[in-house]
Nanobody, 111 residues
Framework: VQLQASGGGLVQAGGSLRLSCAAS?????WAWYRQAPGKQRELVAS???????IYADSVKGRFTISRDNAKNTIYLQMNSLKPEDTAIYFC?????????WGQGTQVTVSS
């Protein structure tokens, strides 16, 4: 397994979840995407520059991306979750010109 994501689940609106994505070898994990049913995959957060993370407008102020270089792992702390955050969340990483995707973890937010 090259990118192993975990931490998804079912939570009520207003709740929190923390996603983790551990990368193997020299793969650099640095972003989270999500895909809701019937919608295109979208960028949620990027930590390619950990000093200046980028967030989708829809999650600004609620989600925080972080990276632990020692563990080669990225995290996505999701607070104040809304039903519209329901999606499969994928972590993304690169090694040179190759890109890698995690297997996806389901996040379901009930109203």
């Amino acid at each position: 397994v090259q990118l192993q994501a975990s931490g998804g689940g079912l939570v009520q609106a207003g709740g929190s979840l923390r996603l983790s994505c551990a990368a193997s070898g020299d793969i650099l994990p640095w972003a989270w995407y999500r895909q809701a049913p019937g919608k295109q995959r979208e960028l949620v957060a990027s930590a390619i520059n950990t000093r200046r993370p980028i967030y989708a407008d829809s999650v600004k102020g609620r989600f925080t991306i972080s990276r632990d270089n020692a563990k080669n792992t990225i995290y996505l702390q999701m607070n104040s979750l809304k039903p519209e955050d329901t999606a499969i969340y994928f972590c993304y990483g690169t090694l040179g010109v190759s890109d890698y995707w995690g297997q996806g973890t389901q996040v379901t937010v009930s109203s």
